[in-house]
């Protein structure tokens, strides 16, 4: 009972409109919250996307063997194998480093389309283009994929031994002339941890043949 | 505190403070009479065979230029003569560049991202018909990739005519890459280092090499 009746002749020559809102319980509480709102936008800033991030096409995530969608056009990651060379109809390509063969699958839902070279992105996050020393006509991308029927081919890569742990394998559609943001891709982890990147590596085969017969 | 001291640091103040300022206008003197902040345009430094240059994007050794004389395939065929000029590069980026091709007119070099786009300008120069021809060795098997943390070897080669003699060295205007954003494009990504001049964009010339022609078929 005194404090409200000492409070109005001290209040109003201070803070004008805004007797009786200033009460000590309230301020701390507009602090708390103020404090709360300025932490949650630094906090907000945190998730701030790069121009590249932006631009980045929508990743589809999944594991070997598994069929991953990505809307357009579904893929499964069969197995892979490494080879100290590959034997062609014309030449055999060595390497200092692996070819790597990843054999895949891959169904479209509506249209037919090509799937474009994949690209394995190492544990490190560095992209290797698949190779170009194997001609693109022996590989899955050179073969429509179609609606509902399934069809199978290789990707080759080639790759120093090291960049295999952690190594995924990302799908996507073969780049085009005309600009489209959020294109589908499919990441399949090949599941590699160090130790069974290097029994992988520690027996290549000699040499893998793509000679049709 | 401040007040009783106010007496000794009255009449100090107006020291510092012109003290300050003569010493500031001094170094902007002195700045400006050695050229300002802008960066000293310096002649490139030249380098010759074996040689490393860093270019950003690669790192790259001038092994050597050389006349390569390739036999005929068939006896139909005559063999062919070429100047190649071969370099080690490594790829120093995050992801596989293709080699791409010298400018074919130094004023377009700006606008490409590629090792063999950093070769600004190879003089002397050849006619049209005899290249540049670029690949890379792999195990003596051709590719046009460079992939991440990878050295490979890139040749760079011209045909020579019949009777033509080779030159006795080849000097090359390199340049560098930035990983920046674009011009106009907000988007970051590695581009020739370069500046706008008079309208057109022109390649910081980072070394010019001299390279000497080995030349086994003349001796």
Known sequence: MTATEERPPAVPARRGRRTGRGSGGSRLLNGAIGLLLVGGAIGLQTLYLSE????????????KGA???????????????VAKAIQSSSKTMATDNLFLIVNASAKSSL????????????????RFAATDRVDSGSTLAAAWVQPDIWVSGAFFFEVPASVLPGARVVFGLPPSALVEPYRPEVEIDLGLDEEGARKLAAQPQDVYSIVKK | MTEPSGGHDGPRRPVVVPALALVAVTIIGVTALLGGLEEASEAPPQLTSGAVLDQGLYSTRFVESRVRVQPAESTFAEEKRFLELVFDVTNLGDETTPIGLPPSEPKLAATSSFFAGSLVKIAPTFPEDAGPFVFALNKDDETRQLHPGVTTKVIVRYELKDTEQPP????????????????????????????????ELVPEIKARVTLPVRDGTRA
């Open chain 1, 52 to 63: 590249n991030d932006y631009t980045a096409p929508l990743t589809y995530v999944g594991d």
């Open chain 1, 67 to 81: 069929n991953v969608d990505a809307g357009r056009f579904t893929v499964r990651l069969n197995s892979f194998a």
């Open chain 1, 111 to 126: 249209k037919p389309y090509h799937l474009g070279q994949p690209v394995l992105l190492t544990g490190d996050d560095r």
């Open chain 2, 168 to 199: 006795e060295k080849v000097t090359l205007d390199v340049a560098a890459f930035e990983y920046e954003a674009g011009f106009q494009d907000p988007t970051e990504r590695w581009s020739m280092i370069s500046e706008e001049v008079g309208g």
